[in-house]
């Protein structure tokens, strides 16, 4: 194989890219700089210019680049790692009346033996073949995040507003999961995880240390999709076509969540409660100001369709 055969390997360089999509440590990655003459240390010799005929020409400027200094440097929404952002927002929505103004269908105790059941299929049938995914979207809402991201083409440079957005729903989806895990509803108390009853279900992984009613990767990946979906619905131009976007993401959280049934993790009602939560806080969030400021932002960020 000659070297330039090598060449078409130069389009995978375009894969940098995906490091925005969690908007982590990763993002930014690592850059060595030499301990004996760092970057800032420098000094521009030459510089070219190109003029309005097309023509380059240089100049001798001897700059230090330790005295450069851009003119124009201000922060700007889009400079926002969208997992700092959200916090903000978190604590928009943690001021309304949330708590009393959403409440959830609890699970039916007549049918847990039938969604055990449901769960020991699941496990037979499906574990194996679905284990990748179950691993991969596992740690934290930002593993499943790169599925979102993936799905719309999008990275934290590309659509700044709607990479936060999701950062909101992960985050917001947290808190309001955590808080129906502790007090689902009137008559119920915090409900145990399916292995907790079914020892033999023994989940490939480490069986989180909060009660399983709702589903937390329920809640987030749904209200990923609700919120992406909406932005996508919303675009200027769009009248409905945006529509198209609603089934790929919602069908994509059903899976997120159906992931961690397969796990016996979770039992289906818990999945459902989860959904539930998500629609719920939509219709919260969506009345917020910064929330709402975002959610226009994130739309305009997308050509008119």
């Not at 999709?225 to 089934?247: C, H, S, T």
Request: net charge negative; glycine share 10%; with cysteine.
């Amino acid at each position: 194989m000659t070297p330039s055969s090598h060449m078409g390997d130069m389009g995978d360089m375009g894969d940098t890219g995906n490091a925005g999509h969690t908007g982590g440590a990763a993002a930014a990655g690592t850059l060595p700089d030499r301990s004996d003459l760092p970057y800032v240390t420098d000094v521009a010799e030459v510089v070219w210019s190109r003029n309005g005929l097309g023509n380059w020409t240089s100049a001798t400027v001897n700059k230090p680049l330790k005295d450069v200094r851009a003119p124009d440097a201000i922060w700007t929404p889009a400079d926002w790692e969208g997992r700092w952002r959200a916090w903000l927002i978190l604590a928009e929505f943690a001021a309304t009346d949330w708590r009393t103004a959403i409440t959830l269908t609890p699970w039916d105790p007549a049918k847990v033996d039938e969604e055990i059941g449901i769960l020991i299929r699941y496990a037979e049938d499906e574990r194996t073949d679905a284990l990748g995914e179950i691993v991969a979207q596992n740690a934290s809402y930002e593993d499943f995040m790169a599925y979102f991201t993936s799905l719309l083409r999008i990275t934290r440079s590309s659509h700044p507003s709607m990479f936060q957005l999701l950062h909101v729903a992960g985050t917001v989806g947290i808190l309001v999961s955590m808080y129906f895990k502790h007090d689902p509803g009137p008559g119920r108390g915090p409900r145990p995880r399916p292995s907790q009853l079914c020892p033999a279900l023994l989940p490939p992984l480490t069986v989180p240390g909060h009660p399983a009613f709702p589903s937390g990767h329920a809640a987030q990946s749904m209200l990923m999709a609700l919120i992406a979906g909406e932005v996508m619905a919303g675009r200027n131009g769009a009248q409905g076509g945006g529509d198209v976007w609603k089934p790929l993401l919602q069908q994509l959280a059903c899976r997120i969540a159906r992931n961690r049934e397969i796990a016996g993790l979770h039992y289906p009602s818990d999945t459902q409660a989860g959904f539930e939560l998500a629609r719920k806080t939509f219709n919260k969030l969506r009345n917020g100001e910064l929330f709402g400021s975002l959610f226009d932002a994130a739309i305009a960020e997308w050509p008119e369709a």
